[in-house]
């Protein structure tokens, strides 16, 4: 058996990805860029890259977010998981293996940033074929989304601003994927001084103009730890 001096060295890399969600249209969409190269060359990849031996793994993320899809306007960031299947990634002449550290990213309803031409926006229910074990990794921020939803303020970095009750709700069924009821969210949310009203009101579609309310908060907050919030029925 070999000892400590003559085992041969193994290199780890560690990368950093970002699962970045935006809700457009009632459908919550997640970004992602198409590799131009091998492995899984035309795959696409959540936006990331090598960690940087001089960074914490947040600002790693942000950095990492604006050099490679141009994407500064986040909201809310925070580390949800790490990926450490030692063959999640095909071995290369740098690496025998390829840790991950995953963030969950979230865009305002509204904000539609430039992005790179290899760049878009996908459904995260219609998801196109995408490289290593990136997929698994949306559905599993896509629940930790709206786990957070049941118990924080978390909505405040999907919805714009200034928004009618209405909107907000949309964005509420997108992400926990069941109805809503309006007057039920306001109450709740009101409750737990989550949402504020601002004294003004939007454009009328039809009828009177609806109130406009604002997340009291711009930061992440826990309003109630042991909340749920359960489909109807």
């Given at each position: 058996?070999?000892?400590?001096?003559?085992?041969?060295?193994?290199?780890?890399?560690?990368?950093?990805?970002?699962?970045?969600?935006?809700?457009?249209?009632?459908?919550?969409?997640?970004?992602?860029?198409?590799?131009?190269?091998?492995?899984?060359?035309?795959?696409?990849?959540?936006?990331?890259?090598?960690?940087?031996?001089?960074?914490?793994?947040?600002?790693?993320?942000?950095?990492?977010?604006?050099?490679?899809?141009?994407?500064?306007?986040?909201?809310?960031?925070?580390?949800f998981?790490?990926?450490?299947?030692?063959?999640?990634?095909?071995?290369?002449?740098d690496?025998?293996?390829?840790?991950?550290?995953?963030f969950?990213?979230?865009?305002?309803?509204?904000t539609?940033?430039?992005?790179?031409?290899?760049?878009?926006?996908?459904?995260?229910?219609?998801?196109?074929?995408?490289?290593?074990?990136?997929?698994?990794?949306?559905?599993?921020?896509?629940?930790?989304?709206?786990?957070?939803?049941?118990?924080?303020?978390?909505?405040?970095?999907?919805?714009?601003?200034?928004?009618?009750?209405?909107?907000?709700?949309?964005?509420?069924?997108?992400?926990?994927?069941?109805?809503?009821?309006?007057?039920?969210?306001?109450?709740?949310?009101?409750?737990?001084?989550?949402?504020?009203?601002?004294?003004?009101?939007?454009?009328?579609?039809?009828?009177?103009?609806?109130?406009?309310?604002?997340?009291?908060?711009?930061?992440?907050?826990?309003?109630?730890?042991?909340?749920?919030?359960?489909?109807?029925?």
């Open positions: 058996m070999a000892d400590a001096s003559t085992a041969p060295a193994h290199h780890v890399a560690h990368e950093v990805l970002s699962v970045v969600f935006r809700v457009s249209e009632g459908t919550v969409e997640v970004l992602l860029w198409q590799r131009a190269l091998a492995p899984d060359q035309g795959a696409w990849s959540l936006p990331g890259g090598l960690l940087d031996a001089r960074e914490d793994l947040p600002t790693s993320a942000r950095r990492l977010l604006a050099e490679k899809v141009d994407l500064t306007e986040v909201a809310h960031l925070e580390q998981a790490e990926f450490s299947d030692p063959h999640r990634v095909p071995a290369s002449a690496a025998d293996r390829t840790l991950a550290s995953a969950l990213g979230l865009v305002r309803s509204g539609d940033p430039r992005l790179p031409d290899d760049t878009t926006w996908h459904p995260v229910e219609a998801l196109p074929t995408m490289a290593f074990d990136h997929a698994a990794m949306v559905h599993r921020a896509r629940a930790r989304l709206a786990a957070r939803l049941s118990y924080s303020n978390i909505g405040f970095a999907l919805a714009p601003r200034a928004f009618p009750v209405s909107q907000l709700r949309d964005i509420y069924v997108a992400v926990l994927g069941y109805p809503v009821d309006s007057t039920n969210l306001l109450r709740i949310l009101s409750r737990r001084s989550v949402i504020t009203a601002t004294g003004e009101t939007g454009q009328a579609t039809r009828g009177r103009p609806p109130a406009l309310y604002r997340f009291t908060d711009s930061y992440l907050r826990i309003t109630d730890e042991f909340a749920t919030l359960r489909p109807p029925g």
